[in-house]
């Protein structure tokens, strides 16, 4: 099969045209409740591992902390997560889930999970096997990709001043 780039585009777009049923905001409105990207990251990074600083949750955004800050910020103000100073240094402050929060990471991966239970249901053995192989090598290759891609240098543009 020869690779022709119009005929990849032209796959891209009729698998998102298939799709956006799936991502469109009617499906998704009562299960994201307005979370953001990096919320739900942070989410599921507490929801994962309990407590965690600033700066981790820094380091797994691959964000800036103050970028971070904005974000834990704005989940405290909907109350899905508290900041909790250490009782033995009060210079320490972590990051915990609310209930509210446990309950909003809880339904969201229940929604997740039916969607991907009724898929793997679905799938032979064979299919299940060849899907993980092709998600894998995905994920490899953008892997692979991110890391070689150049560093574009940015050009500082001179303004003369008369």
């Given amino acids: 099969m020869d690779f022709d780039i119009n005929n990849l585009e032209n796959m891209m777009f009729d698998y998102i ?57 704005r989940m405290e103000k909907k109350k899905m997560v508290s900041r909790i100073r250490s009782e ?9 889930l609310t209930e509210s929060g446990t309950k909003e990471i809880a339904n969201i991966l229940s929604v997740f999970l039916d969607y991907g239970q009724r898929v793997m249901m679905s799938l032979t053995n064979d299919e ?28 500082i543009r001179k303004i003369l001043i008369d």
């Fill in 128 to 155: 299940i096997s060849l899907l993980s192989g092709v998600i894998k090598k995905i994920v490899t290759i953008v892997s692979q990709t991110k890391t070689t891609d150049k560093v574009v240098e940015k050009k």
């Fill in 17 to 73: 045209d298939q799709f956006k049923m799936l991502l469109s905001q009617d499906t998704w409105k009562n299960v994201l409740l307005n979370c953001t990207k990096n919320e739900m990251l942070v989410l599921l990074m507490l929801y994962r591992g309990s407590d965690v600083n600033m700066s981790q949750i820094a380091e797994y955004l691959n964000a800036p902390l103050n970028t971070t800050t904005g974000i834990v910020s």
């Fill in 88 to 96: 033995q240094d009060k210079r320490v402050v972590t990051i915990v």
